[in-house]
């Protein structure tokens, strides 16, 4: 199966800085690539996602990098804020009814 | 208005008892899934429904039963609670098998003792 792995675990940046998640996959029919942000106490929800046929995609302070060739995918957060703390995942699919996470980094933005 | 909604939020209970998560969403979504967030947050897929049919049974025990009376009912009842099992389990839902957004239930927090 799928094997998604993610780095950094934890992130400390200060306010105004980028910060950069990286992750990489193993099976190469996987197309489909959606990051999750996880609040304390809350629920995952989707920031963004990118999809195989695509290198690059922006949503204003958040950005998705994919490298099929390599099998990594990058999400960067520019101009951070202290409400970007949250613990992200990355995760990747290729039915699109079946989802491998990564293990999360936790994300501290100090103001 | 709830999108995804889960019962009971926190559920305490003693090893080797039976409890149910009841799980409803109202999108209209066709796609249910159970996913399990131990301690260290991972997240790891249970089970995945497409119009009431299991479609993903990742390696789980068979203590674990989903059930799925109707499109936007996934309900998970457990047999034999261990200590192993506490963790925090979300339900979430999909329009189709595509590749859409999952929606997110709250969670519900299942400590065993």
């Known amino acids: 199966g799928e094997n998604v792995e993610q780095h950094p675990s934890t992130l400390s940046v200060q306010e105004g800085d980028s910060a950069v998640i990286k992750c990489t996959y193993s099976?190469?029919?996987?197309?489909?690539f959606p990051w999750y942000k996880q609040e304390l106490g809350k629920r995952p929800q989707l920031i963004i996602d990118?999809?195989?046929?695509?290198g690059e995609k922006k949503d204003q302070r958040i950005a998705v990098t994919l490298n099929k060739t390599a099998k990594h995918f990058s999400l960067h957060i520019t101009e951070t804020q202290p409400e970007d703390s949250a613990v992200y995942f990355c995760?990747?699919?290729?039915?699109?009814?079946?989802?491998?996470f990564g293990t999360g980094t936790s994300l501290t933005v100090i103001p | 208005d709830t999108a995804v909604s889960q019962t009971p939020k926190y559920l305490v209970t003693q090893m080797g008892n039976d409890k149910s998560i009841k799980c409803e969403q109202n999108?209209?979504?066709?796609?249910m899934y159970w996913y399990k967030q131990d301690s260290k947050k991972f997240l790891k897929i249970m089970f995945s429904?497409?119009?009431?049919?299991?479609?993903i049974n990742e390696t789980v025990p068979n203590r674990f039963s989903p059930k799925s009376p109707d499109k936007a009912h996934l309900n998970l009842h457990i047999n034999s609670l261990e200590l192993g099992d506490s963790a925090v389990y979300f339900c979430?839902?999909?329009?189709?098998?595509?590749?859409?957004?999952?929606?997110f239930g709250p969670g519900t927090r299942l400590t065993v003792l």
């Open positions: 990118i999809r195989s046929n695509v």
């Open positions: 979430a839902s999909s329009q189709g098998q595509g590749f859409n957004e999952q929606f």
């Open positions: 429904y497409n119009n009431k049919e299991l479609i």
């Open positions: 099976d190469s029919a996987s197309n489909y």
């Open positions: 999108l209209g979504h066709d796609t």
């Open positions: 995760a990747a699919s290729k039915t699109g009814n079946q989802f491998y």
